[in-house]
């Protein structure tokens, strides 16, 4: 299962909750391809690889900082 698939299957499932997708190259389409493809099926925010960890981690962090005040 590829990430746009399992991205798909949780909002289908009607799952809320929050996602980072973190788009790399893929052999058969361009990252641009699969990043505005995946952003269809919305994800919180994007990254794209390489990334640094503090990235990541500053990334994770205004997620959940967006939901805990979403949610009161």
């Known amino acids: 299962m590829n990430g746009i698939t399992l991205l798909k299957e949780i909002r289908g499932a009607g799952?809320?909750?929050p996602v980072v997708e973190i788009a790399g190259d893929s052999p058969n389409a361009?990252?641009?391809y699969i990043a505005s493809l995946a952003?269809?099926?919305g994800p919180n925010t994007?990254?794209?690889k390489p990334l640094e960890?503090?990235?990541l981690?500053?990334?994770i962090d205004a997620v959940m900082s967006r939901e805990?005040?979403?949610l009161g």
């Open 15 to 17: 799952n809320d909750v």
């Open 39 to 41: 952003s269809t099926f």
């Open 46 to 48: 994007e990254l794209y």
């Open 30 to 32: 361009p990252l641009t």
């Open 53 to 55: 960890k503090g990235e």
């Open 68 to 70: 805990a005040i979403a």
């Open 57 to 59: 981690l500053k990334t």
